[in-house]
């Protein structure tokens, strides 16, 4: 079954990543792009690990999981080798009500994380639901190509639009107009 597509508000999230190797350094780049409010558990680190939880200032507890280090966390994100571990963590989140995300096992998964374009306010996440992780990195590199350099500013434009001008069907159609001649002059 597919996975239903959500963006997350993270900013009052407490997240915590077990696991301090290449595929927790990933993860990690990722969530970094959305909140700082990330724990780290590892007993050892990858040197990508170890210098983006220093140069965030994030928290970090150099050693195994133990049992109920996932107590207060909203989401945990767990990329370890150990599938046995994964399993454990998982069933353990369900006591405690948080997301849980295990790394290449899908059965021990709340959610997954897809291939994620972020350019300013403009975030694409694009996702096979496991079936080819290769094929959504593939597409992904496609539409980086196809994003307008400068849709960071065009965002900001429209958002400032949206703030200042009433609502209502004026309005709407106002941006939907302006949004569509944006696209249009950078398809073209």
């Known amino acids: 079954m ?9 900013q009052n999230r407490k997240i915590l990543l077990v696991g301090g190797g290449l595929v927790a350094s990933s993860k990690l780049r990722h969530l970094l792009d959305f909140t ?3 724990s780290v558990i590892a007993p050892v680190l990858s040197d990508e690990t170890e210098y983006l939880v220093e140069a965030n200032n994030l ?18 994100v767990v990329a370890v080798d150990n599938i046995g571990l994964q399993a454990e963590i998982f069933k353990e989140s369900r006591g405690y009500n948080c997301l849980c995300n295990c790394v290449d096992a899908a059965e021990y998964c709340d959610f997954i994380f897809g291939s994620i374009i972020k350019k300013d306010d403009l975030t694409i996440a694009i996702s096979t639901s496991g079936a080819s992780p290769a094929v ?3 597409l992904k590199q496609y539409l980086e190509k196809l994003i307008p350099h400068d849709i960071g500013t065009f965002l900001k434009e429209m958002k400032n639009l949206r703030e200042s001008l009433p609502k209502g069907k004026e309005r709407m159609k106002m941006l939907e107009e302006k949004a569509k001649n944006y696209i249009q002059k950078w398809s073209n």
């Open 2 to 10: 597919s996975y239903f597509p959500a963006f997350l508000q993270l």
């Open 36 to 38: 700082t409010n990330i």
């Open 59 to 76: 928290y970090l507890k150099k050693r195994g999981y133990k049992k109920g280090d996932i107590q207060g966390f909203d989401i945990v």
């Open 136 to 138: 959504a990195k593939q």
